[in-house]
């Protein structure tokens, strides 16, 4: 017989929006599967800037309507209640996805009930450690590079902050399909940004992007005006009727006036979750054309620190939480 399910799981959880110090460890009621979800045991969960925002009472913070709060996009795990029982995504299914947080519960627990909409089958040989840093990276990074930006063969494309977490799935989705990627980054990252597929590297420490590149198709701005007014800086870098791609910082209110005021086009761009692109990025990663890169591991009870660290902005690819042994 199968062994009851407990009715309670560990999660770390804020009482309040403020610094990663109001991240804490606490045991709650288990996560409830209802309609079309699964119920999956969370083997891993992503960090992202998102969760770190809407800690400090930014990002979505909005959306939560009472605390304790779990936060947390990203997972990695098994299937342990099927949405009905024939359906393919089986009790035992090895999956990853994205939830909704905080309108339904985060990763950041050992349990989490999320719409058949949201997952897809974890790619084999993959790590459910790896597994939890490719959902919201990935997808955000191929709905800028693929969907909007249209990427193809001799398209001229630059992409900030190309060594994090969406950045270096960006370099390799532009670089896949065959564009000439310009990737920014830090100079200890440079190599490593050729190995994923970029043509040219820039030091941004060193030199300024603008000096040394123009008449760019696309930019994908996963900075904005947080750092040296980079955004603005890069409208210049675009050809006439060039595409600028903003990542949704909070930093940029004018986009729109001033891009269109330099004679190019922008748009910003919002991630949602989506079980059948992040099932294509999946083949992608079991073929070996797209690789995750997971820098830092914590254990749940350490995503204080987790955070801390993302907050430095010096990450290369993902941090990812230990949430449970497969």
Not at 20 to 34: D, G, W
Not at 47 to 58: C, E, Q
Not at 61 to 81: C, K, M, N, Q, R
Not at 270 to 292: C, F, H, K, N, Q
Request: proline share 4%; glycine share 10%.
């Amino acid at each position: 017989m199968r062994t009851p399910m407990r009715t309670t799981m560990r999660a770390t959880i804020i009482n309040e929006t403020g610094a990663p110090a109001v991240l804490v460890s606490a045991e709650m009621p288990r996560a409830v599967r209802i309609n079309s979800e699964v119920l999956v045991r969370v083997i891993a969960a992503g960090i992202n800037p998102l969760d770190a925002k809407t800690r400090a009472g930014g990002g979505v913070s909005a959306a939560i309507t009472g605390f304790p709060a779990v936060l947390g996009h990203d997972f990695s795990g098994i299937v342990v209640e099927a949405a009905y029982d024939s359906h393919p995504l089986r009790v035992g299914t090895e999956v990853f996805g994205m939830t909704s947080a905080p309108r339904g519960g985060g990763s950041y627990a050992e349990y989490v009930a999320v719409s058949t909409l949201g997952v897809t089958r974890k790619p084999p040989g993959l790590s459910h450690i790896d597994a939890a840093g490719v959902p919201v990276a990935a997808l955000t990074a191929w709905g800028m590079v693929v969907d909007v930006a249209r990427a193809h063969e001799g398209q001229r494309m630059l992409i900030h902050a190309a060594s994090g977490g969406v950045g270096h799935f960006a370099v390799q989705f532009a670089a896949y399909f065959g564009v000439h990627v310009i990737a920014t980054g830090s100079a200890r990252n440079l190599e490593w940004l050729r190995e994923l597929g970029a043509r040219e590297v820039i030091d941004y420490t060193a030199t300024d992007f603008e000096t040394s590149v123009s008449d760019v198709d696309c930019v994908i701005d996963l900075v904005g005006n947080v750092h040296d007014n980079t955004g603005t800086r890069s409208l210049g870098v675009l050809r006439r009727d060039g595409l600028l791609i903003h990542a949704p910082t909070g930093s940029w209110p004018g986009l729109l006036a001033d891009a269109a005021e330099a004679g190019v086009r922008a748009t910003t761009f919002t991630v949602a979750p989506d079980g059948s692109e992040l099932a294509i990025i999946a083949r992608l990663i079991a073929s070996g054309d797209i690789r995750v890169h997971v820098d830092r591991v914590f254990d749940l009870s350490r995503a204080c620190e987790a955070h801390e660290a993302l907050e430095t902005g010096h990450t290369r690819g993902k941090i990812v939480l230990r949430v449970s042994e497969e």
